[in-house]
Each structure stands twice: as C-alpha cells, then as structure tokens.
C-alpha cells in the first residue's frame, strides 16, 4: 500500500512538471477586441517583480503548514493526556524489515504527505483551467502590442481571432494568455484553510482559547491578501481570484475531511463500554430479598 501511494505521489509531481514547464500542453488562443478597456491595463512586470514574487510564496506556501503539523504534534505528543490518545489511535508499523514508525512519526508523515499531494494536485487544477481557458490578463493589450491601424483592428467591434496579430514579446503573451484561475489565490488558500482544519481539529488546550483564533485568521487573512495583491498589479482579474479561492477551498475540504479524517487517528479510540439498561435484563439476574410475611407465614 505505501509503494501504490509513493506511485500516485510520483505521478502527480510528473504532472505537474509537464503543465509548468514544458510545452507539453497548448495554451487555448481565446479572442479579444482591440478596444477593450478590460485588457488595457499597464503591464506590471515579471512575476519576480511582483511584491510577493513566486520564490517566496511557495517558500512561505510550503513552510508555514509543516511547521505548523510539526511542532503541534510534538507538542501533543509530549502531554501526557494527548500522548495515550495517540498511541491508542495510531499502532507502530512495521515498513520493511528494519523501519519501525512510532505513533508520532506516523502522524507527521501522513498529515505531511497528505498536504504535499495536495499542494501539487491543486497546482494541476489551476494549470488545466489556465490552458483550458485561456483567459486574458488584464494587461494582456498592452503586452500583445496589436496593429491599431490594420484592418483587423479598425472596427471597434470587431472580434479578434487570430493570434497572430500580436507583435510583442512572445513569452510575455504566452503568460497574459493565462489568467484562469489565479495560482497564487488557489495555492495560497489551500495552505491557509488545510493549516487552519488541523489546528482547530487538533490543538484543543485550555490556554488556545485565544491562540487559536489568532493563528488562524492570521493564515487565512495572508491568502487574502494575497488575491488582493494579484488584482491590485492588474495581474488577474477579480474572477480569476475568486476561482482560485473557490477551487483552493474545496481541495483543503475534501482532503481535510474526507482523507484525513479532520486530522484523527487512523484507528479510533475505543469507547468505554455503556452500562446496561436494568429494565432489559432478566429477573433471575437481580437479588432475591425476602419478603417480611414470607418469613412470618413460614413460622
């Protein structure tokens, strides 16, 4: 089962090479009108000159949620009430011959694991829609430099097909081709939202009362931003960060929910046995007390 899992995890990271950087898939040529003021915005620069350029998103993206799985189950563990809960839960396996995970390690790995494979599937949703799609930046006129004065573009109504009337950059049109969902908002939710299930599914100390609600709109406060961000360069258009959002969501909830389970043990913990009900149980299985006449009709 592990080695099935280690495929599946190997495959979706091939896949998500293939659709960031090669040219394996094309990117749909959707049309345009020369005069769309939607499409006319200034050209904010690579994304490297960005304010929050891609290197540090996906460090921030990457490290913020694994730090937060690995000093809370540490901290778990430790605790004398949540370590039994543990090891109660999760059973030491054996991997091979000479491997043993302990309850600890199991949970870190798997929660871990479990986020990573999310954080690439997410990657592959967006780069389908985008190429799927083809959706225009909103700087997308600006870059593609089209001839104003020929006859495609003369009529203001006239709806432009053909891609090849842009005289710009190539690789810079290739990038304001997609637009469809925002990467940055997907990517940067789903962290946020799969962070904020396992510290309100976990963490459950009387002094968090307040840590919690801090930590976790902290996270999700910072993935809204960072939509806010992607409209206010006039790198995506506001639909485009609402899908993100919506398509970066519901990835954190299904995996949340349906795979992790909200972050609980594999095996759950046994309940203690219920008292049984004394009206459903047989007569003779009572204590006889004698009655008073009996004893005096006996004398």
């Given at each position: 089962m592990l080695y099935f899992q280690l495929v599946i995890m190997a495959g979706t990271v091939l896949l998500a090479y293939y659709f960031e950087y090669t040219d394996t898939f094309q990117v749909h040529i959707q049309g345009f009108f020369c005069q769309d003021g939607n499409l006319m915005k200034p050209y904010p620069g690579t994304e490297d000159e960005s304010f929050i350029s891609p290197l540090v998103l996906y460090c921030v993206l990457a490290s913020t949620p694994t730090a937060i799985i690995f000093i809370g189950e540490i901290s778990m563990y430790f605790i004398k009430s949540t370590r039994e809960t543990l090891i109660i839960q999760e059973k030491t396996i054996l991997t091979g011959e000479c491997c043993y995970l302990n309850p600890l390690l199991r949970r870190i790995i798997r929660f871990i694991g479990v986020f990573a494979f999310g954080l690439f599937a997410t990657d592959i949703f967006v780069n389908a829609g985008q190429v799927v799609t083809g959706n225009l930046a909103p700087y997308f006129l600006t870059v593609c430099k089209p001839n104003y004065t020929g006859n495609d573009c003369r009529a203001h109504h006239q709806f432009i097909n053909n891609g090849n009337i842009c005289t710009g950059d190539v690789e810079v049109i290739e990038k304001a081709r997609r637009s469809f969902p925002s990467k940055?908002?997907?990517?940067?939710?789903?962290?946020?939202?799969?962070?904020?299930?396992?510290?309100?599914?976990?963490?459950?100390?009387?002094?968090?009362?307040?840590?919690?609600?801090?930590?976790?709109?902290?996270?999700?406060?910072?993935?809204?931003?960072?939509?806010?961000?992607?409209?206010?360069?006039?790198?995506?258009?506001?639909?485009?960060?609402?899908?993100?959002?919506?398509?970066?969501?519901?990835?954190?909830?299904?995996?949340?929910?349906?795979?992790?389970?909200?972050?609980?043990?594999?095996?759950?913990?046994?309940s203690k046995p219920k008292p049984e009900d004394p009206r459903g149980m047989p007569l003779m299985a009572f204590p006889r007390v004698e009655s008073p006449l009996e004893t005096l009709s006996a004398q």
């Open positions: 940055h908002a997907a990517l940067s939710i789903y962290s946020a939202l799969y962070a904020t299930m396992y510290i309100t599914s976990t963490i459950k100390t009387k002094s968090s009362r307040l840590a919690k609600p801090v930590l976790c709109l902290g996270t999700l406060c910072a993935a809204f931003l960072t939509g806010l961000n992607r409209v206010s360069e006039y790198r995506n258009h506001c639909s485009d960060v609402i899908a993100g959002f919506i398509l970066g969501s519901a990835v954190a909830l299904f995996l949340g929910i349906c795979v992790v389970h909200n972050f609980k043990g594999s095996h759950a913990a046994p």
